[in-house]
C-alpha cells in the first residue's frame, strides 16, 4: 500500500503541477494545496494518539525536538509518535524536492537527479547511515515517486492504444503482487528510515 500511496503521489503531483514548474509565483499555490491534503488530518490523528498515550500509559509528551519533527514531519532516526506517518515524512521530502522544482526548474531537475543518485547508490550500497536525511534519501522507496512521475509524463505525452487493456494488466498485476506477497512467495525490502 505503501508504494502504490507513493506511486499515485508522484502521478498526480506532476500531473497536477507540472504547469507550475519554472514559475516561482506558484509557489504559494503549490504549498497551500499540498500542505492543506497533508497536515491538518494528520494533526488530528497525532493529537489523539499524544492524549491516548498520555492517558493510558501517563506518558508525558515527546521532547520539544521529537515533537517538532513529529509536528512538521521532518525526517528524523527517532520513532515517529505515530508510526505509520514514516510515508508522510517521505511524501513532505518529495514536496519540499518539486517545490524546487516550481521555483526553478534548472535547480529542481538537478535535486531531483541528486536524490536518484543517492537512491542509487542505497541500491548497490545498502542503505546509508548517517543523518535522518541521508538514510531517507538512499532508500529505495523514493524511488516510487519518480515511477509515479514518469507515468504522468507518458500518460500526457503518448495516447496509449488500447487503454482498457493497458489498466486490465496494471489492476491483475496489483491485485498478483499483493497475492504473491500475503501467500509468502516474495518478501518486500521494506527499509524503514
Do not use: K
Request: proline content about 6%; aromatic content about 14%; hydrophobic content about 55%.
Amino acid at each position: 500500500g505503501g508504494e502504490f500511496f507513493c506511486v499515485l503521489s508522484g502521478c498526480i503531483i506532476l500531473h497536477g503541477h507540472g504547469g507550475d514548474i519554472g514559475r516561482p509565483g506558484r509557489l504559494w499555490h503549490y504549498g497551500q494545496r499540498r500542505s492543506s491534503r497533508i497536515y491538518p488530518f494528520y494533526w488530528i490523528v497525532l493529537a489523539a494518539s499524544l492524549a491516548l498515550v498520555a492517558v493510558t500509559r501517563g506518558a508525558p509528551l515527546p521532547p520539544a525536538g521529537r515533537l517538532v519533527a513529529d509536528i512538521a514531519l521532518l525526517p528524523t532516526l527517532a520513532p515517529l509518535s505515530v508510526s505509520v506517518a514514516w510515508t508522510l515524512q517521505f511524501e513532505m521530502v518529495f514536496y519540499a524536492c518539486f517545490a524546487v522544482l516550481v521555483v526553478n526548474r534548472r535547480a529542481g531537475l538537478a535535486l531531483f537527479a541528486v536524490w536518484l543518485g543517492f537512491i542509487a547508490a542505497g541500491l548497490a550500497l545498502g542503505p546509508r547511515e548517517g543523518t535522518a536525511l541521508t538514510a531517507l534519501l538512499s532508500n529505495y522507496f523514493g524511488l516510487h515517486f519518480f515511477i509515479g512521475m514518469l507515468a504522468a509524463w507518458v500518460v500526457r505525452h503518448w495516447a496509449a492504444p488500447r487503454p482498457g487493456l493497458w489498466l486490465a494488466v496494471g489492476v491483475v498485476w496489483f491485485a498478483a503482487t499483493g497475492a504473491g506477497e500475503n501467500a509468502g512467495l516474495f518478501i518486500p525490502t521494506l527499509f524503514l528510515p
